[in-house]
């Protein structure tokens, strides 16, 4: 079965909350990788900064190096286990709409991160039919700017896009670091992609941008696809991974031990505290109704610190079953 741990990278840009963002922004161009992970001394995960939020620190006309990665990190971050099958991976970026997940070990250290380029290029063909979804299915319509930074950027933040056009040339967030960096236009710095046909297989699309070593897809209409769309695409065609809430009643006083030990249960992929009669929402992933079964009742229910939970399963988006164990 194919797990995070084999698709996953472990040569990836690493920083401090103290280090500026221009320094981060090198580090970003240098190993060609649109996020950055923050990491404690100790080396432990305190966020992530990506290429968005350094142009979000460009478009307010801030000097970079006067900006350190404490004050723009975003600290909620989605992981995944090592272990956890590749396909629970691509439920993660369809469901939070991704384009990076950092990987951890049973003690909580980062071991890796998987980008949705990744699961592109090494995942997606291994696991997705070759008759399931089409190129049609993930595309979105182009968008024209001027062949000038502060109007791409403008328009990126703005409509949340993964790239734009200036005529054929596909403009990235990265191409617009680059721009900034070196101080040319947007279009000297565009993104190579393939085109394909829209009825063209998402397995076949996943095989040939890894080929030719692209982000990006553009059908005969130009529009458009990164790999974050086929990512999220894919995660709906592959076998289904069923989700999860567990709501969790602790001891007074617990809820630090509770967290530090239901978080490290490989299956469980977020937590929140909540008030009312619970106090602990977990987010937990399994292959079947049995499988969630037997985690809370053997890993969760069976700790001394847990009161009472209750499981609701997720059938889909608009219907969900209450358990009570």
Same mark, same amino acid.
């Given at each position: 079965m194919l797990k995070a741990k084999d698709i996953m990278r472990t040569d990836f840009p690493k920083a401090s909350p103290d280090e500026t963002l221009d320094k981060v922004l090198e580090k970003m161009l240098q190993h060609e990788y649109g996020g950055v992970l923050v990491l404690t001394e100790e080396g432990e995960l305190e966020g992530v900064v990506t290429e968005r939020d350094v142009l979000r620190v460009i478009s307010s006309k801030k000097n970079l190096g006067d900006v350190k990665v404490g004050e723009v990190v975003k600290? =909620?971050?989605?992981?995944?286990?090592?272990?956890?099958?590749? @396909?629970?991976?691509?439920?993660?970026?369809?469901a939070y709409k991704i384009r990076r997940l950092p990987v951890i070990d049973s003690e909580g250290k980062v071991v890796g991160v998987i980008s949705s380029t990744d699961a592109v290029y090494r995942g997606i063909p291994k696991v997705l039919h070759p008759l399931a979804g089409k190129l049609r299915d993930v595309i979105e319509e182009p968008v024209e700017v001027e062949d000038d930074l502060w109007n791409a950027v403008s328009v990126i933040l703005e409509k949340g896009l993964d790239g734009v056009f200036v005529g054929d040339k596909l403009i990235s967030q990265r191409s617009l670091l680059r721009a900034y960096l070196e101080g040319g236009k947007p279009s000297d710095y565009s993104e190579p992609y393939v085109t394909l046909p829209s009825d063209t297989p998402l397995k076949n699309v996943a095989e040939i941008m890894r080929l030719n070593g692209v982000r990006f897809v553009?059908?005969?209409? @130009?529009?458009y696809a990164f790999t974050r769309q086929i990512a999220i695409g894919s995660a709906?065609?592959?076998?289904?991974?069923? @989700?999860?809430?567990?709501?969790?009643?602790?001891? =007074?006083?617990?809820?630090?031990?509770?967290?530090?030990?239901?978080?490290?249960?490989?299956?469980?992929?977020?937590y929140e505290y909540v008030t009312g009669p619970f106090d602990l929402v977990l987010t937990l992933l399994g292959s079947s109704i049995d499988e969630i079964t037997d985690i809370v009742m053997n890993h969760v229910r069976s700790k001394p610190y847990v009161n009472d939970t209750l499981t609701l399963i997720v059938f889909d988006a608009k219907t969900s079953k209450v358990e009570r164990e």
């Open positions: 600290k =909620t971050v989605i992981v995944v286990y090592a272990d956890v099958p590749f @396909k629970m991976v691509l439920q993660l970026f369809g553009v059908n005969e209409e @130009k529009k709906e065609l592959v076998e289904n991974v069923i @989700k999860s809430y567990v709501l969790i009643d602790i001891k =007074t006083g617990n809820e630090s031990q509770a967290v530090r030990e239901l978080y490290s249960i490989p299956n469980v992929v977020s």
